[in-house]
């Protein structure tokens, strides 16, 4: 095996002091007993018998602690402990450069009846790259990357690499107490989608000029801030071997990819994110891994993490495996991976990749390629328990996480208690709504009035989930165009159509989610071989978007109209769904009190109406505090702060309304008190009217 380089192990020194007692205890003795504790203690890292016991029942909720490699101390000499899942297999050592590569080095020992494999090599040292070197019982050798391994050899290389994260540094303790009491589905979230990898990039390097964690947690920090999103969701973090992948073919389920540097710089990006009061969620693939050879299929010489019969364990469009959920040590592989980045990296949440694919068993398969469930049915019964369980687990022990499902079909009950025969999940992408809205979007105004029920039916259905919009990744590669250009009409007819757009998304009732680039009007689809055309916002149109997603993010965080009542019907009225004809939507937002409720007007046309009269709920005054013409957003206008007052007068089935000049494509956003007022008693009785 070629040469590797070694990272220098980091020299750890501790002094330790012995009391002396009233005992003629000599120095000699006490310094031994010392040592016999101190060895005591590190060998708690062995696998014992209940450590089995949890593992084989699934609830081993701590695995990645005892599995993988850790440094301890064996009968007084320094080493690391390797321990490894492989019950089918022949033999199992460890080799690495600790050892030559040698695969007779360092057998290790078979436990049962878990079939885990364990071994201490004396000399093995933080990072040295190693992997196991697995005889099947056909007669074959297998290299296999340790699938508990929280650190990796940097791609085109395989190998795992020894580390020690048991003492990451944290400054978070403040934001990890708020997280305590934080709950979704009353607070703003606002999520930018970003790959590390083509957000920004330096220029003029040899190689991919990627930002480490380290760069990235302080530019894309400064960034989010000023924009005005709550939370940053990362795609591709788990470590995978193939750059096109974007990291949805995952082989280290425990490690941080180390293309952006260190586990502990990962841990630096973490608590400087939430120092800045900015949650992160990871994107997490527990649906299918790739065939790669020194990844997790036919782990030890058989079908071991995925189904053994293809017409189960095997997406045929997508060339991976797919986990074998009926094993309960499949799930506490998968389940232990989801608290490692929740608990041991304080990550806030977990973005769910491809639930649907895991709960249909025919999802993505012609007839033949799959097998029915016990009752004849297509649904995958084990998939369904796998996630009740993870969510009760991961929720249950991390109040005020998230776990959030990417789930693009009908099913029932993604999000809510799993007691109430629900998946568990806490948000799930409204994938219906973004479909329905993308498809309106791209066609001419002329031909909007013909499609206007695809912008007010996610409002039939809205309250049946705790959703998230989103405007992700998916809806901006593979030929659909970026945002701007899926836009119809030329020139800056694309741009008030995308300014339009991005408002009727944040005063519908959701969590937002919105991917990189999108937010200053990328021209170009995403490729995850170059970063994002940042260039763009020298010219005008490009900085007026970004002026406007900047003033929508920062309206939807300071107005709890828009997100306090977000899962309740209370919190949105409709005042106009049926101006079919015109192409615009008029609604309302409330609060819990009501007493800074927001009118939106939307106008999805060209078409000025100077004389738009709109109905209101109150007869009151209305405050303008977000209008699309305004100079920030490229118009002419400074009306932003200005009042007008509803009258008597009925429209749009309401007792008042008011006039405004409406602008093509334009957006006007009201304020106004909603709150209902009532005469004061006093004693129960009615106040006596003077004379």
């Not at 659909?480 to 300014?499: A, V, Y």
């Not at 009501?594 to 004389?611: A, G």
Request: hydrophobic fraction near 35%.
């Amino acid at each position: 095996m070629a040469e590797r380089k070694v990272r220098k192990a980091a020299g750890k020194t501790a002094a330790n002091t012995t009391k002396r007692t009233a005992t003629k205890t000599t120095a000699k003795t006490a310094a031994k007993r010392t040592t016999r504790t101190k060895a005591a203690a590190k060998e708690d890292f062995r696998i014992g018998e209940l450590d089995q016991y949890l593992f084989s029942m699934g609830t081993h909720y701590d695995i990645y602690k005892k599995m993988g490699a850790h440094e301890a101390v064996m009968n007084g000499k320094k080493g690391v402990y390797f321990a490894v899942w492989a019950p089918n297999a022949a033999t199992v050592s460890v080799i690495g450069e600790f050892n030559g590569w040698r695969e007779e080095a360092n057998p290790m020992t078979r436990l049962e009846p878990s079939g885990i494999y364990e071994g201490f090599v004396v000399g093995a040292k933080v990072g040295m790259l190693y992997k196991f070197f697995i005889k099947t019982k056909d007669g074959r050798g297998l290299y296999k990357a340790d699938p508990f391994a929280n650190y990796a050899e940097l791609r085109p290389g395989n190998a795992s690499r020894i580390t020690d994260i048991s003492n990451l540094k944290w400054s978070d303790s403040l934001w990890m107490k708020k997280r305590e009491k934080w709950d979704e589905k009353t607070n703003p979230m606002s999520i930018y989608e970003v790959h590390m990898g083509s957000w920004m990039r330096h220029p003029g390097r040899e190689d991919e000029g990627f930002y480490t964690y380290r760069e990235f947690a302080e530019r894309v920090t400064e960034y989010v801030k000023n924009m005005g999103y709550t939370h940053v969701e990362l795609m591709g973090i788990s470590e995978y071997p193939y750059d096109g992948s974007w990291g949805y073919q995952v082989t280290g389920y425990y490690a941080p990819t180390s293309r952006y540097g260190t586990p502990e710089d990962f841990a630096y990006m973490i608590d400087y994110l939430h120092k800045n009061d900015i949650g992160v969620i990871l994107d997490w693939v527990p649906a299918h891994f790739p065939k790669d050879a020194h990844g997790l299929a036919e782990f030890d010489g058989q079908a071991l993490f995925e189904y053994a019969d293809p017409r189960k364990g095997e997406h045929p469009d997508w060339g991976t495996k797919i986990f074998d959920y009926e094993k309960p040590e499949v799930q506490n592989f998968l389940i232990g991976s989801a608290l490692f980045w929740i608990e041991h990296f304080h990550v806030d949440g977990l973005r769910v990749d491809a639930v649907a694919s895991m709960l249909y068993l025919d999802y993505g398969k012609e007839s033949g390629q799959w097998v029915p469930n016990k009752f004849g049915g297509n649904e995958n019964l084990e998939a369904i328990q796998f996630f009740k369980h993870l969510n009760s687990v991961v929720l249950g022990r991390n109040h005020g996480s998230v776990m959030i499902a990417e789930e693009s079909t009908a099913w029932p009950k993604v999000t809510g208690d799993p007691e109430e025969d629900s998946l568990g999940f806490s948000l799930k992408w409204n994938m219906g709504w973004m479909h329905d809205f993308t498809e309106y979007m791209k066609l001419d105004p002329l031909f909007r009035k013909n499609a206007h029920y695809m912008m007010t039916f996610s409002m039939e259905y809205a309250y049946s989930e705790d959703y998230i919009l989103v405007l992700s990744h998916d809806e901006v590669v593979h030929l659909k165009c970026s945002m701007l250009n899926k836009m119809p009409g030329e020139g800056l007819d694309k741009f008030r159509n995308l300014k339009v757009a991005y408002a009727f998304m944040a005063g519908h009732p959701g969590k937002k989610l919105l991917f990189m680039g999108q937010e200053f009007a990328q021209l170009r689809e995403w490729s995850e071989e170059r970063e994002l055309d940042w260039y763009l916002l020298a010219e005008e149109p490009h900085q007026h978007i970004q002026n406007w997603v900047q003033d929508l993010l920062h309206l939807y965080r300071e107005q709890k109209a828009l997100y306090e009542l977000d899962t309740q019907p209370g919190g949105f009225q409709w005042i106009n769904k049926d101006d079919v004809f015109r192409s615009i939507f008029s609604f309302v937002r409330y609060s819990k009190d009501r007493k800074k409720s927001l009118l939106f007007i939307c106008n999805f046309t060209p078409v000025e109406r100077p004389d738009y009269r709109v109905g209101v709920p109150k007869g009151c005054q209305y405050k303008l505090i977000l209008d699309s013409e305004d100079q920030r957003y490229g118009g002419q206008d400074k009306k932003v702060g200005s009042v007008v007052r509803a009258t008597k007068q009925e429209c749009d089935g309401q007792d008042y309304s008011f006039a405004y000049p409406l602008a093509g494509y334009g957006v006007a956003v009201f304020e106004f008190d909603g709150s209902v007022r009532t005469t004061k008693r006093t004693h129960g009785k009615p106040r006596k009217k003077r004379k």
